[in-house]
């Protein structure tokens, strides 16, 4: 990302990040290691800047919730090492270096991914004052909702489950719902929530980063054809290789493009009825035409 | 347990866990089946009684937290599930029927623990208004610290990295304190913090929690040599067939039992101080002591 707000948001959230690192002693200095080397492995930080701009939008100020923006960050992470291991995807390589496992053996990386999934909450708790406690309560059944069984690791299920079968694209829309979009529009409903915003922001926000998390879903499974595997951080034709529906595979590369094009523009539509929300509409654009 | 009240705590668990999974549609039916399968799989329900009990002696009634109990279960039931995976303890049996991945497959069975997890957070902070919301906040940071990296994975971490080697009593006792007795001893913080106990009585309860986890742990070494597989759950010996490093082979079984038994006393003791605490002296001798 430019030089914008949103990589303003990115750098305080690796900082928030390390700060948090460095208060933990208390831990075998292999499973830090371990969580440490997924957390920094280069992460774009989306998902915890959208979340940052939206409270910022909302009349917030992003410094106040930078916990829960570092929580979804860590939720992310601990979700691509347990994605990556053996009995799951199997992938060796994430982001342009080998897994969590390759480089520290299965075990400790399933500890790793727990340790991060479960540091994720501790930290979430973590608010000044001003942020009013029953809007955090809130805030954190939204994220376990989120990222659970009713969200990510159901679309893992139903992801896991459609590999080596022929499913339609309502069926593809369902697993993607849960498995990338619902920790996407996550950070629009806690924004929200934290700073009380009116519904009708809520709604935007909310429809915003639905739109938005659909259009970055279809974008990556068209760089896994047409990407540089350099740039794109893992090799290129993995999802072939492995049988997976994605929205290349259902709707071919012209149809793909298309209907990334078409929600980026209603998540750019959403960003636009938004007061102050200009940088959203542009990080719409730049994650709906980027190239890796 | 007998027909006190702990049996009446564990049964209140029992129906809270059963329509906390009722209420959840929007999930795969496998996923929930897999979770379900272990979270009903005949666990004692130690944990949450404890902290009802605790909560109760503290002057609260255990109705308002059971949605806290539940959640410290479907921690304690996730990391079963993650323990058993071929990648860590490799083991086949729980609680005599078939582990989580033997029924279910590795990757289900790894997504079915990320899922009870997740949540296990989600459900705590589903709390009667009659419950301070900063507080429940409070009790969330000691749940999240006690599961993580400065304690149950966090033990589980050095555990595995101890296997096959000759460790020092003081090492055994820092595992055990990260892997089993972080996760009883919660809670005793978590009912403490919420009913707003002194801070002698949440010592008390705290050390009481303590002396009771580690006991618990050197009853469960004893028990893997001298008890019978049928009532126990799982196959007698494993610990020295893993070449684990436990109470028993670091005390033999005289000096391990002798060490249960002191701090057995020591966690009556303390309950005994407590106003209300006979109930909780009597599972201390009845944990203290038991053949399964």
Redesign the interface.
């Known amino acids: 990302m430019e030089n914008n707000l949103f990589a303003q948001h990115a750098a305080m959230v690796d900082k928030h990040l390390e700060a948090i690192f460095e208060k ?1 002693t ?3 200095e ?3 290691k371990a ?1 440490l080397y997924s957390i920094t492995a280069g992460g774009k930080r989306i998902r915890p800047a959208l979340m940052l701009e939206i409270y910022r939008v909302c009349g917030g100020d992003p410094a106040d919730i930078l916990s829960f923006a570092c929580a979804v960050e860590m939720i992310h992470t601990y979700s691509l090492i ?1 994605d990556d ?4 995807d199997n992938d060796d390589m994430r982001r342009g270096k080998p897994s969590n496992h390759i480089a520290f053996g ?3 990386a ?2 790793a ?3 991060l ?3 994720a ?3 979430a ?3 000044p004052a001003s942020i ?3 809007r ?3 805030a ?2 939204m ?3 989120a ?4 969200g990510m ?2 679309g ?3 992801d ?2 459609s590999e080596h079968k022929k499913i339609s694209l309502d069926e593809l829309a369902k697993i993607q719902s849960g498995k990338t979009v619902a920790m996407i529009r996550v950070n629009a409903q806690i924004a929200c929530v934290l700073a009380d915003a009116s519904p009708k922001v809520t709604d935007l926000c909310c429809n915003y980063c639905e739109y938005l998390g659909r259009a970055f879903q279809i974008v990556d499974d068209i760089l896994d054809v047409t990407g540089d595997a350099k740039q794109f951080g893992k090799p290129i034709g993995s999802d072939e290789k492995s049988d997976k529906n994605t929205y290349v595979t259902l709707l071919g590369l012209p149809g793909a493009q298309q209907m990334a094009d078409t929600l980026t523009n209603q998540a750019v539509a959403c960003a636009r009825a938004l007061p102050g929300g200009e940088q959203l509409a542009a990080l719409a654009e730049q994650l709906g035409h980027r190239s890796f």
Request: proline share 4%; aromatic share 2%.
């Open positions: 933990i208390q831990t075998p292999q499973l830090k969580m347990h291991l053996p009995c799951m299965e075990s400790t399933l500890l991914g727990d340790a999934l479960t540091l909450f501790e930290t708790t973590d608010l009013d406690a029953v955090a309560l809130r954190i059944q994220l376990g909702h990222a659970g069984m009713c690791v159901g893992q299920v139903l896991l489950d």
